[in-house]
């Protein structure tokens, strides 16, 4: 019998769409991406995180990855028995990956937002660009669990 019970309680919850590389699949993307992650009912303030760095990487896979007749997708998952948020977008342009020089700045936003972000390779000509958010502290239980966990004690100075 397996012994995993935070696995085995935690529901499975994950989302995936693919879209056309337009502005308006970029805007679905974020649209559909944020009433997902709203029903979902993650802590406070991972949600808004997810949803402003989802919309960052589908605008930069459907401006910079843009493909003619190849689409991009979009995935959001609670993994690791409901500790971790992981974003996912992935495009056909495995030869242009993500760069934090200017003009623009999105990556610096994701780099703000996200816990940890990085890219994934393949299978070509795919490349996924992934951001991920703890969703419980280290050594803690999940918020509003009743268990150990929650909002961090205050400290005196």
């Given at each position: 019998?397996?012994?995993?019970?935070?696995?085995?309680?935690?529901?499975?919850?994950?989302?995936?769409?693919?879209?056309?590389?337009?502005?308006?699949?970029?805007?679905?993307?974020?649209?559909?991406g944020a009433e997902r992650l709203r029903a979902w009912e993650l802590p406070y303030g991972v949600a808004d995180a997810a949803e402003h760095v989802m919309a960052e990487l589908a605008a930069n896979a459907a401006i910079h990855a843009r493909v003619p007749g190849r689409d991009f997708r979009v995935a959001l998952r609670v993994t690791d028995g409901g500790r971790t948020l992981r974003v996912e977008v992935t495009d056909t342009r495995a030869d242009r990956l993500p760069s934090r020089r200017?003009?623009?700045?999105?990556?610096?936003?994701?780099?703000?937002?996200?816990?940890?972000?990085?890219?994934?390779?393949?299978?070509v000509p795919r490349k996924t660009v992934w951001a991920e958010w703890d969703?419980?502290?280290?050594?803690?239980?999940?918020?509003?669990?009743?268990?150990?966990?929650?909002?961090?004690?205050?400290?005196?100075?």
């Open positions: 019998m397996n012994h995993k019970t935070d696995e085995l309680l935690a529901p499975a919850l994950h989302f995936s769409v693919q879209l056309s590389p337009t502005p308006r699949g970029a805007r679905l993307a974020r649209l559909l200017p003009p623009g700045l999105g990556l610096v936003i994701v780099e703000a937002l996200a816990g940890r972000w990085g890219v994934a390779l393949g299978p969703l419980v502290a280290p050594g803690r239980g999940f918020p509003g669990s009743g268990g150990p966990g929650g909002l961090p004690k205050e400290t005196k100075e």
